[in-house]
């Protein structure tokens, strides 16, 4: 497992040449191979994905404002999408250790990232920014959209634009098995672990406030947070030995991968909010009001087919998280 996490970190750093992954319309993952074209967007540290077979008829209407973000996609062919490299099981990039040159995209968002692509009828580019680049907006036309499970806050308003939610996540707490912590309030003045920039460092700092006004659970007298540069790295570390945290939060998606990782954690009490998590757009980039109209269309279209459900079970072992608690 550490060896393959180094893998993902050398590869998304750049060290290793940009990577073009072809998406099947199956879903099941990008396989990856190194081109001329990609090789000259190495420093950026992209990996792309081609959507599914061009013949593939698109929800979204052709845009009809030329200076509309949409209409330059479409006639740039492709979309380029922001997402996690390391965020099983909604995106992760899984480099084969064999052959460092090839990798293959995989997991909710990525699906989901593909499927608009399809029905936008382009191709799909994935680009790997930190979290707090996407949430501050400004991304200065490095990638179009953000499908790498961003929370609607109301802070995240005053830079994104968002779709209707696609899928809902719990927020788990867990804890140390060496802490012997059983609850929430048992980590009332001790350290938890979470990603940088993410709703649950916004939890422990006070000053979440979600963007559908869903209520959240209190935090615990005196909780300290200890931010590392993605919620898998807390799981990561505390596998490693690390012990200056006692507990650890994130999606109980992503915190049932850790543990089933071998992370020596333990879930803590019920979840501590839920998370409506939407693709976003730069308000400061391109106009997009079309581009914004076709994604909330097909993010609809996605609900309503059985699309996203069927995503969500194939990924979160059986449950349906599209539909809010």
Not at 227 to 244: F, I, N, V
């Amino acid at each position: 497992m550490s060896t393959r996490r180094s893998l993902i970190r050398t590869l998304v750093a750049g060290s290793i040449a940009a990577i073009v992954l072809s998406a099947c319309s199956s879903s099941t993952g990008s396989s990856a191979k190194p081109s001329t074209a990609a090789s000259a967007a190495a420093s950026s540290g992209t990996a792309a994905s081609a959507a599914a077979s061009s013949g593939t008829a698109a929800s979204a209407a052709p845009a009809g404002d030329p200076n509309d973000l949409l209409a330059k996609i479409k006639a740039a062919g492709v979309i380029k999408v922001g997402t996690d490299p390391a965020y099983p099981p909604q995106s992760e990039l899984k480099v084969d250790p064999n052959d460092p040159s090839k990798a293959t995209f995989e997991g909710f968002d990525i699906d989901t990232a593909n499927e608009i692509g399809k029905r936008l009828g382009v191709k799909v580019q994935f680009e790997t920014p930190d979290f707090t680049v996407v949430e501050s907006g400004k991304w200065a036309g490095r990638f179009d959209i953000s499908v790498g499970s961003v929370t609607i806050t109301q802070k995240r308003l005053e830079n994104l634009d968002f779709t209707e939610p696609y899928y809902f996540t719990p927020a788990q707490m867990t804890a140390t098995k060496a802490s012997g912590i059983n609850s929430v309030n048992g980590l009332a003045g001790k350290t938890v672990c979470v990603g940088g920039g993410t709703t649950y460092f916004q939890w422990i700092d006070g000053t979440l406030k979600l963007g559908d006004g869903s209520p959240s659970a209190p935090v615990p007298d005196g909780m300290k947070a200890t931010t590392l540069k993605t919620d898998q790295d807390c799981a990561l570390s505390a596998k490693s030995g690390r012990k200056d945290f006692e507990g650890w939060l994130s999606s109980s998606t992503t915190v049932a991968a850790g543990i089933a990782g071998g992370a020596p954690m333990v879930v803590v009490g019920d979840p501590v909010f839920y998370e409506p998590l939407a693709v976003a757009t730069d308000k400061s980039g391109t106009p997009h009001a079309e581009l914004q109209a076709a994604l909330d269309k097909i993010i609809k279209d996605m609900h309503a087919d059985g699309t996203l459900a069927a995503s969500s079970k194939k990924w979160f072992d059986g449950q349906d998280l599209t539909v809010k608690p």
